[in-house]
């Protein structure tokens, strides 16, 4: 039997590795696209139409440069039309880790795009143009591109602010809606003709899609941009939270009069200002600009004040591109508030933080919560003095339901937690004792849908103390760092950050079990270039590991099946006597040194391997959009999702399609549960003896009903998890063939039968001793 398991052991390994090479030679390995990559690098870049030279070094500005002179009368700033700015670029060849795209419109941040071809948006998988920021301005007429991000399709295509995008290959495009309708009938790779007018004069570019990137930050419908900022409070006046509350108030009201159905607008309290003030929807004045910061300024001549916001984005050094930990996915961001008037006044502002984080997977996505109350898709986090971060949820976001705001006891971080990607203000302050804020709490800034509150669109709010602002006296000045980026260890334990509580696989016990299996499957994927792979290579290594313990378990159920008669025995002998009983079949036991839980020992120790293993594909970002073969196809392209085999939203009812409850099964037809349920089946009745009585018949059948049930269960469950359980049950089948066969199991009447005769034996028995 030791040559046959030995045999079977190697023929494993060479499928498994001979599957290893097939992969490689239909996807070169990434270290070699990454020797490519830096090797194309080491080339001078092409330059691409509308491109700004890049800078060798961020600029800085001076930090006490002289406040301008003061003026009898200041003047107002004239009201400009809006602009559009990018930093960064969306070319991971190029030393940046994002393009982030800015507009003068409350000097706001609107998206933030991250460039690694390893974090891409894994729900929208057509074609990417690159963002235009076009308007229904010209709807019928064309789609007016407003801006063109740096190493985006559209850029290297040439196309330039001012065109008019007319038509796709031969799908015409009207405007914003059109574009959006025709990208998504493309795939990425896909060479496309862009039909423009420019300058009056129709011309023709050539474009070539890839998939679209992972938006950090972004926009989201009507929702309020992210980084908007305006006074909480001037002198004497002020924004009374008293009228926020009462907004609630009303918002509640109304879901009781029967609007629970409606989208409910959250965000006209978030926006309040003070009366005069629009900082958070005026164009603001673009002072300068370049590839690595951005400077926008607004004079307020009624109040003698000038405010600046500044966006610093990190580059990334030539011999650090390799690096993929390097520290260069945040953005400095800096708020100066100067008194450019006659007279001194108190000034305190109030800066909301990012927001629109990714909703990616809402319909199966589950996100390790640190409450009792659970997570949801993107959820408010605040840490302070470095210690372990508080959490509150979106539903209780959503709901209002808040904690009266925290005061600033050194302030660490704060912002939006989402399942694998986080964005969070660090405040750069020489004294980590000195108090920046008054208040910090959470907001909700964009409608809730009461049927999905945990999906609601939550952000942080930073109301800074009260200032004394002097005339031609130093200024209010905060720096901070808004961090947007992966929750990757090794990134977020940089010095730089100082994030590494972000990453929360859960309880202590389930992270003791869940990092090894991480730290395993890493090592194996170092090997095999391919995430199915090493969860393959994973189960063969715990279940060859275990192989002692389940012959223990075969052995112990052939031993049981023998023990039968003896036990059948002792039930009929001892019917009205159940402690009796019980005694009786322990001393059998200890007779034939047979103990009944042995059999259950597999099932208890890999137990905390499927949960370590469950929580590791809902964390590590390393197995997100991680394909079992390729992501040209869309069935097991991510192994932290459900499959996908196809999508049957077409013809099934809303209540499936949603993914909500236990039979809200999603929009995809999953095949991979199905498999991993059939073959659990098929264990279980290779496994299991054949029924003894009608009591164990029942609960056999009891049992299959329950894999059924199962499988409603697991519908939704991460595809990388089913390879588990696949692989796992059929190195079972196999390795049962392996082990000894079980005897056949006499009937149960026969069993009765022979236990009748037992006892009429054991009776003459007695009478003879008698006589």
């Known amino acids: 039997m030791e040559r046959r398991f030995v045999l079977f052991l190697v023929l494993s390994f060479v499928i498994l590795l001979g599957y290893s090479a097939l992969m490689q030679w239909l996807n070169p390995p990434q270290p070699r696209q990454q020797a490519a990559a830096r090797k194309e690098h080491d ?41 559009w700015v990018t930093l960064g670029s969306a070319d991971h060849k190029d030393p940046f880790r994002m393009l982030v795209t800015l507009t003068t419109k409350g000097a706001a941040l609107a998206r933030i795009e991250l460039n690694d071809p390893r974090y891409c948006d894994i729900d929208d998988r057509y074609g990417y143009l690159g963002h235009l920021a076009s308007t229904s301005d010209h709807e019928g007429n064309g789609c007016l591109v407003r801006f063109v991000g740096r190493g985006t399709p559209a850029a290297r295509a040439g196309l330039e602010p001012g065109d008019v995008l007319k038509a796709i290959d031969e799908s015409p495009v009207s405007g914003p809606k059109s574009l959006e309708a025709v990208l998504r009938g493309t795939r990425p790779g896909q060479q496309v003709k862009l039909s423009i007018v420019r300058d ?39 924004i009374d939270r008293q009228e926020n509350k009462e907004e609630k108030e009303d918002a509640k009201a109304a879901d009781n009069n029967g609007k629970k159905d409606a989208l409910q607008p959250r965000h006209e309290a978030v926006s309040r200002e003070l009366n005069g003030l629009k900082l958070r929807t005026a164009n603001w004045r673009l002072v300068e600009s370049d590839q690595l910061h951005a400077t926008f300024s607004r004079r307020l001549p009624e109040m003698g004040l000038e405010i600046t916001k500044t966006y610093r984005l990190i580059m990334v050094p030539k011999q650090s591109m390799a690096d993929k930990n390097y520290p260069a996915y945040h953005l400095e961001f800096e708020v100066e508030i100067r008194n450019i008037g006659d007279q001194t006044h108190e000034v305190a502002y109030r800066l909301d933080g990012p927001n629109g984080l990714p909703t990616e997977g809402k319909w199966y996505a589950y996100k390790v919560s640190r409450n009792w109350g659970g997570s949801g898709l993107r959820d408010f986090i605040i840490s302070f003095d470095g210690g372990v971060p508080g959490m509150i949820n979106a539903t209780a976001v959503a709901d209002g339901d808040l904690d009266p705001p925290w005061p600033d006891e050194s302030l660490s971080f704060i912002g939006v937690d989402a399942q694998y990607f986080s964005a969070v203000l660090i405040p750069q302050r020489e004294n980590r004792s000195e108090v920046w804020f008054d208040e910090l709490s959470a907001i909700c800034v964009g409608k809730v849908d009461p049927k999905h509150k945990n999906w609601a669109n939550t952000s942080c709010r930073l109301t800074s103390v009260l200032t004394t602002l002097d005339p031609n006296g130093p200024p209010l000045r905060h720096q901070m760092k808004l961090f947007a980026g992966p929750k990757k260890p090794p990134l977020l334990a940089n010095k730089e950050y100082r994030l590494g509580e972000l990453v929360y696989y859960g309880w202590p016990i389930f992270a003791a079990v869940a990092v090894p299996l991480t730290k395993l499957l890493h090592f194996f994927y170092a090997v095999t270039f391919n995430y199915g792979l090493a969860v393959i290579l994973l189960t063969v290594l715990i279940r060859g590991c275990m192989f002692p313990l389940s012959r223990k378990q075969v052995m112990g159920a052939l031993k049981m099946q023998q023990l039968q008669p003896e036990i059948k025995k002792i039930q009929e002998q001892h019917k009205k006597n159940p402690e009796a009983r019980t005694k009786a079949q322990q001393e059998l036991f200890r007779k034939h040194n047979y103990n009944p839980l042995s059999g259950c020992l597999p099932i208890f120790i890999q137990m905390p391997i499927f949960i370590g293993l469950y929580r590791a594909l809902m964390v590590d970002i390393e197995l997100r ?5 390729s992501h040209s196809i869309r069935w097991c392209s991510n192994l932290a999702a459900p499959d996908m085999l196809f999508d049957w939203s077409g013809f099934m009812p809303d209540w499936v399609n949603s993914g909500q409850g236990i039979f809200g099964l999603g929009p995809y037809f999953n095949l991979l549960p199905i498999l991993t349920i059939v073959l659990f089946i098929a264990q279980q009745k290779m496994f299991m003896p054949p029924p003894t009585d009608e009591q164990s018949a029942m609960q056999q059948k009891i049992m299959q009903y329950m894999m059924i049930f199962m499988g409603l269960l697991f519908f939704k469950v991460a595809s990388g998890l089913c390879i588990y359980f696949i692989a796992s049950s059929l190195w079972g089948l196999g390795e049962r063939q392996f082990l000894p066969k079980a005897a056949p199991v006499a009937p149960a009447a026969e069993t009765r039968a022979q236990a009748k005769a037992h006892e009429r034996q054991d009776a003459e028995k007695k009478k003879k001793k008698k006589k």
């Open 200 to 238: 009056g004069n129709p011309d023709t570019l050539t474009a070539i899609l890839r998939r679209c990137p992972l938006d950090v930050v972004r926009p989201e419908g009507d929702d309020p941009l992210s980084m908007l900022l305006t006074l909480q409070r001037f002198d004497d006046r002020r």
């Open 625 to 629: 959009d991680a394909p079992l073969l």
């Open 43 to 83: 080339q001078p870049p092409a330059k691409e139409p509308n491109a700004e030279k890049p800078l060798d070094r961020p600029v800085e500005e001076p930090r006490d440069k002289p406040a301008p002179a003061i003026k009898a009368a200041i003047e107002p700033e004239p009201e400009q039309p809006e602009k």
